[in-house]
């Protein structure tokens, strides 16, 4: 039997091919002689003799879901019925950003004209369902559309004469 070493691979990192295993090491080699390589005579290595998938986690395949899976069985605590999920989830914009969600065009077409209608943002649409005060607007009014307003925000939003329109 011959023995590989460590050493005998340290010629691997000059050479970019991939390194294929000798014959003589491989599995099928060592088993020449053993009439089933293995895998039994009578179930000869076919269908599934410990039952499909997770079968026996709690019969003959219980020490391995005890010992690598503990509490995978049973219950714990109390039911949620109702429960709503993602709840928390409240994407933000502030107002420094608020007008690069409509084109450079419409703002400046607004501004030409401040006696026509002022602009619509509709930030929920766009994404964000929370405007924050960060930033500062141009002097041209607006109506922003959005979920929440924080109150800076609400504040600096009529302060250019624009108006805060919550949606559902």
């Not at 000869?44 to 395949?61: S, V, Y």
């Not at 020490?63 to 605590?77: A, C």
Request: hydrophobic content about 30%.
């Amino acid at each position: 039997k011959s023995r590989i070493n460590s050493r005998d691979f340290s010629f691997l990192f000059l050479f970019p091919f991939a390194f294929k295993m000798p014959t003589r090491t491989s599995k099928t080699r060592k088993l020449r002689g053993h009439v089933s390589h293995g895998h039994g005579r009578v179930g000869k290595h076919r269908k599934h003799p410990g039952g499909r998938g997770n079968a026996g986690g709690l019969h003959h395949h219980r020490i391995n879901f005890d010992k690598y899976h503990p509490g995978y069985f049973g219950k714990v605590g109390m039911r949620h019925y109702h429960l709503k999920k993602n709840t928390i989830y409240c994407p933000t914009i502030n107002l420094d950003k608020l007008w690069t969600l409509v084109s450079e065009q419409t703002r400046l077409n607004h501004a030409q004209k401040p006696d026509g209608p002022a602009p619509i943002i509709d930030v929920v649409r766009a994404g964000y369902f929370k405007v924050l005060g960060k930033g500062k607007l141009p002097k041209q009014p607006v109506i922003i559309k959005a979920k929440f307003f924080s109150r800076r925000a609400e504040e600096k939003i009529k302060g250019v004469g624009g108006a805060c329109v919550l949606t559902a």
